[in-house]
């Protein structure tokens, strides 16, 4: 059903200011799941502006069509937010004011048992944001231990990626690994107890298959210098992150853009002519104490923002 698409906006109030929103200007809510930062854009916009709603999630997009159904200032285009440019190209827009990308898994999909996000539920092992493609449970049951001890490491951060590699390798022999509470289970007891304590022991092996399946930090860099190159001078990039992973390929893509003359120390001129592309709006802003009790899924959530000062 469209209208269960729910979706608690972390840092909604640091993340619409930091778009400085001109009424009569041209948005892109990148990954708009349920509208939620995407009604705060349209309250600042005038009758002129003009707003871009996009998402992968088929449910995502049902939701926003519905939501937005009368406002003829709103846009909803089933893409993902990777092919930025060709989806303003193929509406003849040059460039925008803002753009807002929130790479967070939203509260409907952790939410719906079935979509297979979460490990507090049983429900198929499925993970994958578009609802198309190989799923979570088509990598534990095809790759090899050492892809999968890859990817557990990599995108996980976990320690024990080997020992979970291996044990997904056995399990899988004697069954096929389906659902979410199977695999839970599988990476629990391949961990030592004292490792089990500190928050649910699935926790980094879901966020690693999750990654993978959606390939979410694959083409992130390019994605950010993408969603950079169709701003305007003067016009903001803002993106929320949640891990590590990627709030460092964020920070690594603003550090790019913000970067002056590379020249040797030694040189007595510039004859490189490299000048920054953009500048920094604030090192990064995290939730209020406030916000952290209302929405524990803003714990680790981190929002950058960028203006573009040059072509």
């Given at each position: 059903?469209?209208?269960?698409?729910?979706?608690?906006?972390?840092?909604?109030?640091?993340?619409?200011?930091?778009?400085?929103?001109?009424?009569?200007?041209?948005?892109?809510?990148?990954?708009?799941?349920?509208?939620?930062?995407?009604?705060?854009?349209?309250?600042?916009?005038?009758?002129?502006?003009?707003?871009?709603?996009?998402?992968?999630?088929?449910?995502?997009?049902?939701?926003?069509?519905?939501?937005?159904?009368?406002?003829?200032?709103?846009?909803?285009?089933?893409?993902?937010?990777?092919?930025?440019?060709?989806?303003?190209?193929?509406?003849?827009?040059?460039?925008?004011?803002?753009?807002?990308?929130?790479?967070?898994?939203?509260?409907?999909?952790?939410?719906?048992?079935?979509?297979?996000?979460?490990?507090?539920?049983?429900?198929?092992?499925?993970?994958?944001?578009?609802?198309?493609?190989?799923t979570a449970a088509d990598l534990c049951n095809t790759l090899s231990e050492a892809e999968l001890t890859r990817i557990i490491r990599n995108y996980g951060e976990e320690r024990y990626a080997q020992s979970i590699a291996r044990n997904i390798v056995k399990a899988r022999n004697f069954t096929p690994i389906e659902t979410t509470l199977q695999l839970a289970e599988i990476v629990s007891n391949s961990m030592p107890a004292k490792a089990r304590r500190n928050g649910h022991p699935a926790r980094r092996t879901f966020q690693a298959l999750r990654i993978e399946v959606n390939g979410e930090l694959e083409k992130l860099g390019g994605s950010v210098e993408d969603m950079f190159d169709c701003l305007y001078i003067d016009g903001i990039l803002s993106i929320i992150t949640f891990h590590s992973l990627e709030d460092r390929t964020v920070k690594q893509e603003f550090a790019k853009f913000t970067e002056g003359c590379t020249c040797p120390p030694e040189f007595p001129v510039c004859v490189c002519g490299k000048t920054p592309r953009g500048k920094l709006q604030f090192k990064f802003k995290e939730a209020s104490e406030q916000e952290l009790e209302n929405n524990a899924r803003s714990r680790s959530a981190k929002l950058r923002s960028i203006i573009k000062i040059k072509d």
């Amino acid at each position: 059903m469209a209208n269960s698409f729910s979706h608690i906006p972390v840092l909604f109030d640091e993340t619409i200011d930091s778009l400085c929103i001109k009424p009569d200007g041209v948005y892109v809510d990148a990954t708009a799941g349920g509208g939620g930062h995407s009604s705060g854009i349209l309250e600042k916009l005038g009758e002129n502006g003009r707003l871009i709603c996009i998402d992968r999630d088929p449910d995502a997009i049902e939701t926003l069509t519905e939501r937005f159904a009368s406002d003829d200032r709103v846009t909803v285009v089933h893409d993902n937010y990777c092919n930025i440019k060709s989806v303003l190209a193929s509406m003849g827009i040059d460039g925008v004011d803002g753009i807002l990308a929130d790479l967070g898994v939203s509260s409907h999909q952790l939410d719906t048992a079935e979509r297979g996000f979460s490990f507090h539920n049983d429900a198929p092992l499925d993970m994958r944001m578009s609802q198309s493609g190989p799923t979570a449970a088509d990598l534990c049951n095809t790759l090899s231990e050492a892809e999968l001890t890859r990817i557990i490491r990599n995108y996980g951060e976990e320690r024990y990626a080997q020992s979970i590699a291996r044990n997904i390798v056995k399990a899988r022999n004697f069954t096929p690994i389906e659902t979410t509470l199977q695999l839970a289970e599988i990476v629990s007891n391949s961990m030592p107890a004292k490792a089990r304590r500190n928050g649910h022991p699935a926790r980094r092996t879901f966020q690693a298959l999750r990654i993978e399946v959606n390939g979410e930090l694959e083409k992130l860099g390019g994605s950010v210098e993408d969603m950079f190159d169709c701003l305007y001078i003067d016009g903001i990039l803002s993106i929320i992150t949640f891990h590590s992973l990627e709030d460092r390929t964020v920070k690594q893509e603003f550090a790019k853009f913000t970067e002056g003359c590379t020249c040797p120390p030694e040189f007595p001129v510039c004859v490189c002519g490299k000048t920054p592309r953009g500048k920094l709006q604030f090192k990064f802003k995290e939730a209020s104490e406030q916000e952290l009790e209302n929405n524990a899924r803003s714990r680790s959530a981190k929002l950058r923002s960028i203006i573009k000062i040059k072509d």
